[in-house]
């Protein structure tokens, strides 16, 4: 059987070694120069270092976005910065600029080259012109079918990588510069300011509407893209938060295994597929894989885009002799809350909050500041960067 | 510099006129393959020894379709302007004797990437989304002539969905297309597309590029003259032959001479 990745984003090395901890095979990231998300903090030469360290330490690998479009002033200092990432041990590069895919090849790196998402492939024509490039990967357009992902397998032989869980570009990835005209940001070099998910007026509609996609969750194919040649399956979302990280990818990684080992059922699909929409806030559907979207997978009117309070509490420390959880808070929590630990070693286990310890060991009723740091007594064992989530769903209910 | 022009034909009962005010080259919308469009040409509509474009994002079942039909139809052809590089592997395999000008929307951004292109195609358009400065730097650097966008309206989004069914179908009105919708916040106004193979939205504004017509290393100016009367087609190209747009319609220079942000650390 092929060999199957689970890839992950991660913005920060925190984020990076969750993403490992939780099981991911490989991590994309990007780099302080030449990747889009221009605006987030992104990883110094010194910290993809340390990440290539940390991964491959666990066999694990780190591949680095070099995803703009240049301008003639971004080809300064392009070389080496590709130099550089060598140095530091990188896998991959992620690029869809001609320049950089023929300068790290010039170059004689180390590492791959991956094909951008941004080039827009649907077709096996176009991987093999890129193959002859010297890429190694297609990173496929989120638009690609079922029937498109095989033939080009078919054709190409190449690996790809297909995006199975995140946010949407309401446009084919790369062919969008709303962002270069609603806010002189550049879409194509890390500014999109996400307009689609701005409000629009038009003539004969009294609301205003957005135009904008509902998220991709690809629950349900996994087993098929398997079947059918997907080598790598990414999950988007370099600026989300651990809890995030940590929720998707354990989730994805079980559903990758249970696919493998043909263990997944509807039921447990349906609740992974529930606890994902929850993290995220939004809805989400297989988008382009059997057909053309309709207006089903779309949101058209106004919606808050506000983040849940679901994720109560980060294990930093457990005891097995008194059995005492170190929790640091990340949302108010109290005692009679039912609650639910989940981790990447663990089955996912229900616990009522009966007693609350503070730091200073002083029984408490409510945990309610941020990141304080309470005590939990709790009889199944637990790991530094388990997690503390509010209950919603009972698996019990999907089986 | 007329016969520099490279006129995307929108009404094909207009070109004998313009044939007539010195315009030889004509870009037509090739039927099934391309979007932002509302009048694509099949082969045999479109004249002998003309370009076509090819602007879709393709899936396998069309390209192997646009393998036929530029197999059954390879002597017509005087040219081909693509977006998609399986297009390019089309022609490669075909062995067609066609100039190739590659036009990958938002890409052709700086020369290292145009040189790198010009490997493989004959021309390049040159992007819009740059500055005049930055196109003339391109120009100076450039192995072979390139392309540029003189005038029109300029593609800003391409989606695979198709937005306005899908909106009229949500809200259960009847389904219009080339619909104006205005973005609250910066007021900028974009005119929707539709066909069955996506939506382009286009900036409201004609991108009035003629003072580019001074530039040098061109080997062909576009013109996208999408929605404008015979009667303005007409007077374009006087405006054109003048290097002066007098048309009365919404126009902008596009980002000639705004340049775009790269990192909000820049926006200082």
Known sequence: ?399 | MINKLLYIVNNKEIIEDLKKVGVKNFLFPLKDFCVGFNNTYDFDEIENESFIFINRILDNESLDLLEKKLNDNRDKIKGIVYDDFGVLYLINKLKLNVITINYQNHFGTNYQSINENLKYNDSVVVSTDITKKEIEEILKKVEKEVCIFLFGLIPVMYSRRTLLTNFSKEFNIPTKNNVLIDEKISKNKFIMVENEFGTVGYQRNYYDGLELLNLENIKYFLVNPLFLSDKEQIQLISDIKNKKLTLNIPNDKGFLYKETIYKLKEDK
Not at chain 1, 4 to 15: F, K, N, T, Y
Not at chain 1, 157 to 169: D, K, S, V, Y
Not at chain 1, 392 to 397: E, S
Request: hydrophobic share 35%; with cysteine; proline share 2%.
């Open chain 1, 1 to 399: 059987m092929q060999k199957v990745e689970l890839l992950a984003p991660a913005g920060d090395l925190e984020r990076l070694k969750m993403a490992f901890l939780y099981g991911a095979d490989a991590v994309y990231i990007g780099g302080q120069e030449f990747s889009l998300r221009a605006n987030a903090k992104n990883f110094s030469l010194e910290e993809i270092k340390e990440a290539c360290s940390y991964a491959h330490a666990l066999h694990k690998k780190v591949y680095v976005t070099v995803n703009i479009v240049l301008h003639n002033k971004n080809l300064v200092g392009l070389k080496e910065y590709l130099k550089s990432l060598d140095a530091c041990g990188i896998d991959a590069i992620i690029a869809s600029d001609i320049t950089v895919i023929n300068e790290a090849h010039k170059l004689n790196v180390n590492y791959e080259v991956h094909l951008s998402t941004q080039a827009s492939t649907l077709n096996y024509g176009q991987g093999l012109f890129y193959k002859n490039l010297g890429v190694t990967r297609l990173v496929l357009a989120r638009e690609a079918s079922k029937k498109d992902i095989k033939r080009i397998k078919e054709e190409t032989n190449l690996e790809l990588e297909c995006f199975i869980h995140g946010a949407m570009c309401t446009s084919i990835s790369g062919k969008c510069v709303l962002s270069n005209y609603c806010t002189n940001r550049d879409s194509n070099r890390g500014g999109c300011a996400q307009i689609c998910r701005w409000l629009f007026d038009m003539d004969g509609v009294e609301e205003p509407f957005s135009i904008t996609p509902k998220d991709l969750n690809m629950v349900p194919y996994i087993k098929e893209m398997i079947d059918i040649g997907v080598n790598s399956f990414k999950v988007e979302g370099r600026m989300r938060s651990i809890y995030y990280i940590a929720t998707v990818i354990n989730v994805y990684r079980k559903i990758i295994d249970k696919s493998l080992n043909n263990t997944l059922t509807t039921g447990e699909c349906k609740y992974y597929l529930d606890i994902l929409n929850r993290c995220a806030n939004r809805d989400s559907t297989p988008q382009f894989f059997l057909n053309l979207p309709t207006n089903k997978e779309q949101y058209f009117l106004g919606r808050d885009e506000i983040s849940n309070q679901d994720f109560l509490g980060m294990v930093l420390d457990y005891d097995e002799n008194s059995h005492i959880a170190t929790i640091e808070q990340r949302n108010y929590f109290k005692i009679g809350d039912v609650v639910e630990f989940f981790g990447p070693n663990m089955e996912t286990f229900t616990y009522k909050v009966n007693k609350i310890k503070n730091e200073n060991d002083e029984e408490i009723e409510v945990a309610r500041h941020p990141k304080m740091i309470t005590k939990l007594k709790i009889d199944n064992i637990l790991h530094k960067y388990d997690m503390m989530r509010i209950k919603v769903f009972d698996k019990d209910n999907y089986l």
